[in-house]
């Protein structure tokens, strides 16, 4: 039963309209001198997907260079230790660079290419998109430089390095809070003065239109591959998908296939951070309101006189205060469910992977595996769900170990 | 007519640029802010750009970012901004003053709410850095509905095409950002502004202004030829952040940078050309 490829019109799959709204969300709030680059780079994006050369490269690229399809895993301790749905994890952390991020980079840099630029910037939080477009600007032999929030290189080193090694330049940024968000205001900037020659490899599926629709569709091979593969594995479609949002691509790749499919349930995992009572917290969507910033309507946080609030969550890559778009229509509309998980509910999740079955998640997919634990256990024995593993913990362990009072 | 157009017809006349000036409301504090409008309107300033400080300014440059953080550190509020201009109009009936920042400290209680607010305090225009023509229905419908202008902007990159797109709603007057880039960084070259001014002359009639990296006399002079008016921001706010960091009245290094631009401005088209 494979799905077909056109969109009816009253699909939830056919989001965005021209101008990349997702009913009240999305749009393109950019500066002017912005404006050109990205209507160009639309039209680009909807040259190269009717473009049989350009899918053949990106899904080749997919296959031999990041490793895909990745697996569908059915995770039978988990299972058993829940009490209830079967649990399947869809192995993102499998990839090359260890996340979902490269499917999104590879789609980007083929773009980069084909528009003739010769430099591709990108933000990142956890750094995982800072590698995973690092890896794609030294397979393609681009320049490259990477904005990070300089506390987030603080609690990345090891992905600082990584970086390095791929040639990439690293440039911590010193505003604000340090982090993401500011990392984003900070690739802005430098895209601004660089039009000409330089690629914004955005890495979430968030920013002016067509960001968040590109993004989602790169993504989506995570979706179409999981739909196939627990077809083949339970001869049905599953009850329950469950993924962290940050940004929220990892999710919406997932989700997007499955978005026509009504008896597929979805959850949306934030990160409550400290406990969404301490305020501190990365929860737009369930502790925020709409609101405009890096280049899209979506929910955000932020204060009483509309400044944007710094977000807090162990995860570096959960550590945003807004989401993609596409999340805050589903949201609205009630085809997806948001729910929260606090650092300590996410920690917890992360050792139990560990010790259950032998793979280190990352703290995002953390959240996701700890609202599964959740609600798995609620659910009847041939009940079925797919937690999107989107990145493995290598890149954590330091941060876990000081939680747990480990010195390394 | 409105107090832009006026100001333009008066300049115009005048045969000189317009003189305007962009300082961060709340920077250092929102107390200081009326104190240092006076100090810009009493020695030639002939419009006054406000800024509405925002914790994510992604189209400025350092020392335009640092305003912002030094206003909200201030803890200026969405009320301080329209106080400020509400007591500015009282003093200053005939000079315009527009107000200038990013999306969502404008949208955020509703464009109409928004709007309502600055027609009361006596606001002239509203420039938003980060709603291009694409998205007018955010904000510009409602600031055209009480009658304020809703000034938009053109840049390097805007070819005939588009800025027919960035005319159309536009109105009071063009601003031309010179340089591709972010606030108070490079100049452009005279050239550059030369033939983008006669690109943009030719499809409109409104008044054009010209800013990003004009900081000396000397560079307003060049612009001031030709422009309708010049746009100076970074300049006058590096003046407040030194007087900030030496302990100082930022007033008087305010009212000699607007004396020197104002002179320069006025004799720049009367300069005989070697």
Redesign the interface.
């Known amino acids: 039963m494979k799905q077909s490829n056109s969109v009816l019109p009253n699909s939830l799959r056919a989001q965005p309209d021209a ?1 990349g709204h997702f009913g009240t969300f999305g ?11 990205i209507l160009e780079l639309n039209e680009e994006y909807r040259r190269a997907l009717k473009d049989p050369s350009f899918i053949a490269e990106r899904d080749d690229l997919l296959e031999h260079y990041v490793g895909r399809p990745s697996p569908l895993y059915f995770a039978p301790r988990l299972t058993e230790a829940w009490g209830g749905a079967k649990v399947y994890l869809k192995r993102e952390d499998l990839n090359h660079t260890g996340a979902h991020k490269i499917n999104n980079c590879i789609g980007q840099v083929l773009l980069a290419k084909r528009m003739g630029k010769t430099r591709v910037i990108a933000e990142t939080g956890a750094g995982q998109h800072g590698v995973a477009t690092a890896t794609v600007a030294a397979r393609f032999g681009l320049s490259c430089t990477v904005f990070m929030g300089e506390l987030d290189t603080e609690r990345q080193q090891p992905n600082v390095f990584r970086m390095k090694l791929l040639g990439a330049e690293v440039r911590p940024v010193k ?2 809070s340090r982090t993401l ?2 990392a ?2 900070e690739a ?2 430098d895209w ?2 660089h ?1 000409d020659d330089t690629f914004y490899i955005l890495g979430t599926a968030a920013g002016p239109h067509p960001y968040p629709e590109m993004v989602r569709d790169f993504q989506s091979v995570i979706g179409r591959e999981a739909r196939e593969q627990i077809q083949k594995a339970e001869n049905r479609l599953p009850d329950l998908l469950i993924a962290a949002v940050g940004g929220g691509s990892n999710a919406m790749g997932l989700f997007h296939p499955f978005l026509d499919d009504t008896d597929v349930a979805m959850i949306g995992v934030e990160a409550a951070g400290e406990g969404m009572e301490t305020g501190r917290h990365a929860a737009s969507l369930t502790g925020g ?1 709409p ?5 899209n ?1 979506t929910y ?1 946080l ?1 204060d ?6 710094d977000a807090h969550s162990i995860s570096a890559g959960l550590d945003y205060p807004g989401i993609g778009p596409e999340h805050s229509w589903l949201k609205d509309i009630k085809r997806v469910r948001y729910e929260t998980i606090t650092d300590n509910e996410a920690l917890a999740a992360f050792q139990q992977l560990c010790e259950l079955e032998g793979i280190i998640p990352a703290l995002e997919s953390s959240h996701a595996l700890a609202e599964a634990a959740k609600i798995a256990p609620t659910m009847d024995k041939d009940k079925i769900i797919i937690v999107n593993l989107s990145g493995r913990g290598d890149k954590d362990i330091y941060t876990v170990a000081n939680h747990l009072g480990v010195k390394l | 007519m409105s107090r832009i157009a006026d100001t333009f017809a008066k300049t115009k006349k005048e045969n000189r640029a317009a003189l305007i000036a962009f300082i961060t409301a709340g920077d250092p504090t929102p107390d200081a802010t009326p104190r240092l409008l006076d100090s810009l309107v009493d020695n030639g300033v002939d419009i006054i750009e406000l800024g509405m400080p925002f914790s994510d300014p992604m189209a400025d440059g350092p020392a335009i970012q640092k305003a912002n953080l030094r206003a909200l550190a201030a803890k200026t509020n969405y009320g301080d901004i329209f106080k400020i201009a509400t007591e500015f109009r009282k003093r200053h009936p005939e000079t315009p003053l527009i107000l200038m920042g990013y999306a969502n400290p404008m949208t955020f209680k509703g464009s109409d709410s928004f709007s309502k607010s600055a027609e009361e305090a006596g606001v002239d225009g509203v420039i938003c850095v980060d709603i291009p023509p694409e998205e007018d229905a955010s904000l510009g419908v409602a600031i055209r509905d009480k009658g304020l202008d809703m000034i938009r902007l053109a840049t390097p990159t805007s070819d005939e095409a588009r800025l027919k797109v960035i005319l159309n709603g536009a109105s009071g007057f063009l601003y031309y950002v010179s340089v591709a880039g972010v606030t108070g960084l490079q100049q452009a070259t005279e050239a550059s502004i030369d033939s983008a001014l006669d690109r943009i002359k030719a499809v409109t009639d409104l008044p054009v202004a010209v800013g990003f990296g004009i900081r000396s006399p000397e560079q307003a002079a060049a612009v001031a030829k030709k422009a309708d008016g010049v746009v100076v921001g970074s300049a006058f706010v590096a003046c407040i952040e030194n007087a900030v960091t030496h302990n100082q009245d930022p007033n008087a290094a305010l009212e000699k940078l607007a004396k020197e631009l104002s002179s320069a401005i006025s004799h720049a088209r009367k300069e005989i050309r070697v």
């Open positions: 101008g749009g393109q709030y950019v500066p002017e001198t912005l404006m050109p680059i505003a604000g968000k500011d984003m205001n802005l900037r601004v003065a039009i309101a609101g405009i910033v890096h280049g309507r955000l932020y009483e006189n509309g400044q944007i609030k």
